[in-house]
């Protein structure tokens, strides 16, 4: 106690301190700033781009810019095949996921280590290796272009990724509490939704977290499966945006990109704590 503080019981200064507190500023400088800046720059009228410099505080609040990224910018468009993209994706990913973990680690079958292995081995192939073969098959199938593309496209590839963490999390489950409720007569099923779901709460809700994010900023699915412009999704769309004015619009295209980074600072702001005790009962228990 007398090494962190002084005679006076005030916490004492030291150099580890201030280089932490230096460190940390660093980092909130570099999330934040940007942030800033661009909404900044996302109100600023048209001549102050070109007449200011680009670190200049726009001289008035011009929303107009906004607007024109929601109805001439098709964003409404964008944000929506995101939406019909990005969360049917995450409930079968869920679902799928949570019930292959239970399957590979509560039950015991032969053969279980061989099948989780092949999750695994999802986990190395490199995601530009199967975009022609994708590419090939929705073509002959008729789902280029439509949000079906892009949802078989996400729940497979994260798929890999889901099994190996859910089935982490069931590992760390207690044992005792699953074979009592077998005892007592709890059928597997009941055993799975009524006993090892309830527990696993804020690992499912991590998850979904996690890959709502890859899946709401994926850039390299959307653009290869989504080829026209009213089947774009938000990142894809942002790519047209520049170029839909001829000259750039600087105002709406900050504007547009504001717009589609407000659906994950939702996420993060209301479901924080809950990710963070989630992957902390991952790095405790795994």
Known sequence: MTALTS???RPRVTVGRLLGLAGLTLLIAIEVVPLVWLFLSSVKAPTEFSGNPMWALPEGLYWQNYAD???????ARYIT?????TFPSIVLLLLL???AGFGLEVMRWRGRDGVLLLFLAGLMVPLQMI????FAIYVRSGILNTPLALIVTYTATGLPMTVFIMAGYYRS???EIIEAAVIEGASIYRV?????????????????????????NDLLFAITFTTTNDSRTIQAG???FVGTYGQTEWGPTFASICISVVPTLLIFLLLNQQVMKGLTDGALKG
């Open 7 to 9: 005679t006076h019981g």
């Open 131 to 134: 975009l022609l073969p994708l």
């Open 173 to 175: 489950l207690p044992r």
């Open 69 to 75: 990224a929601w109805t001439r910018g098709n964003m």
């Open 238 to 240: 942002l790519l047209n």
């Open 97 to 99: 996921g949570v019930m």
């Open 81 to 85: 095949n995101s939406a019909v993209a």
């Open 192 to 216: 799975f939704w009524s006993i090892s779901l309830p527990m696993l709460r804020n690992a499912i809700l991590t998850i979904a977290v996690v890959q709502f994010l890859f899946f709401w």
